[in-house]
């Protein structure tokens, strides 16, 4: 069997795989909150045990955090993980780490037909090439999927936390917003992100842009506030929940049209994380693929691009147990 493992600062999922004729098959999966368990082992022995110690042809986990010679301190959560303790602790022959977004990035390949949304249809016949992944969610994920002429190999970055970079007079009105708000820098994932929402909110209402109405501010001390903005611009279209949401999108094609400059992803654009699913119409109102196609002299490579929305959750997973299926156990 193959483990793989998708190890995030808020949940944690196990799952152990088998061949089938139809691809990698679920044999047993677990999951459990990461804030409330102590290390990794607190997890993985307990299901180990339950599953009655299976042998493995190979391990992976994707690991939201970066990893460096196959160590990985875990960004929001005092976890360290170690690909050569784990290969002892598994008994398996290979056990690989990936950063999270590597995995989702993986996982894209393996997703059917059904888990994807057609954002746009590039002009130009499809081809082989490289690959963007961008998820937005609690924070911004980003990863590139790299053609090497015989299939795709996953390539984490950090670029999430790359500066913010505005484009037009009010964008540039948000980024100062926010470096006073911040006191100095400000990175991408300060924007697109869960958080982003409300931060991006807060400018509309604050610049006097838009007005934010009583029962509103109630609503928003009462929960959630980011989501509670997606939600209204979705179901009331309450003006400042709107424009929030529709300049969100805008600056997440923006964003994924830079990391499809910067690796020429004629592969086409993934769009992973949490945030997607939920605000599909906004999505495809216009405003993304605006700002995704607004690259001057490139704007007619852009369009010829493919982008897909997925909305399968467990991308990250999936990712996990066909990269150690095909790599490493092959």
Not at 19 to 36: F, I, Y
Not at 73 to 90: C, I, K, Q, V
Not at 96 to 123: F, R, V
Not at 304 to 309: Q, R, S
Request: hydrophobic content about 40%.
């Amino acid at each position: 069997m193959i483990l793989a493992g998708d190890i995030g600062g808020t949940k944690t999922v196990l799952a152990l795989f088998e061949q089938t004729d139809d691809g990698l098959e679920v044999v047993r999966e677990e999951r459990a909150s990461s804030q409330e368990t102590p290390a990794f082992d607190d997890f993985l022995e307990p299901f180990l045990a339950d599953a009655g110690r299976p042998s493995l042809r190979g391990a992976c986990f994707a690991v939201a955090g970066p990893v460096v010679d196959g160590v990985c301190e875990t960004t929001n959560l005092p976890w360290r993980l170690d690909e050569g303790e784990l290969a002892s602790t598994l008994r398996a022959p290979r056990v690989k780490l990936l950063n999270d977004l590597e995995g989702t990035a993986y996982g894209m390949l393996h997703l059917p037909k059904s888990d994807l949304i057609e954002l746009n249809q590039g002009h130009r016949p499809r081809r082989r090439g490289n690959i963007a992944v961008i998820a937005a969610g609690t924070g911004l994920g980003e990863a590139y999927l790299y053609w090497d002429g015989g299939r795709h190999r996953p390539i984490a970055t950090e670029g999430g936390h790359s500066d913010f970079a505005p484009r037009t007079d009010e964008e540039v009105d948000l980024l100062f917003y926010l470096r006073r708000k911040l006191g100095g820098r400000v990175s991408c994932e300060r924007v697109l992100s869960g958080p982003g929402v409300y931060e991006i909110y807060g400018f509309l209402r604050d610049t006097g842009r838009h007005e934010e109405p009583a029962w509103l501010r109630e609503k928003l001390a009462e929960g959630d506030p980011s989501a509670v903005v997606s939600q209204e611009a979705a179901g009331s279209g309450e003006p400042i929940c709107s424009a929030t949401m529709n300049l969100f999108s805008e600056l997440y094609g923006a964003e994924a049209g830079n990391m499809a400059l910067r690796a020429l992803t004629y592969g086409g654009v993934f769009i992973g994380g949490g945030i997607a699913p939920k605000n599909l119409d906004v999505l495809r109102n216009g405003s993304f693929l605006r700002g995704f196609c607004d690259k001057g002299r490139f704007s007619d490579m852009m369009l010829g691009m493919d982008v897909w929305i997925a909305t399968n959750p467990r991308a990250a997973l999936l990712g996990a147990a066909y990269f150690a299926d095909e790599i490493l156990a092959g």
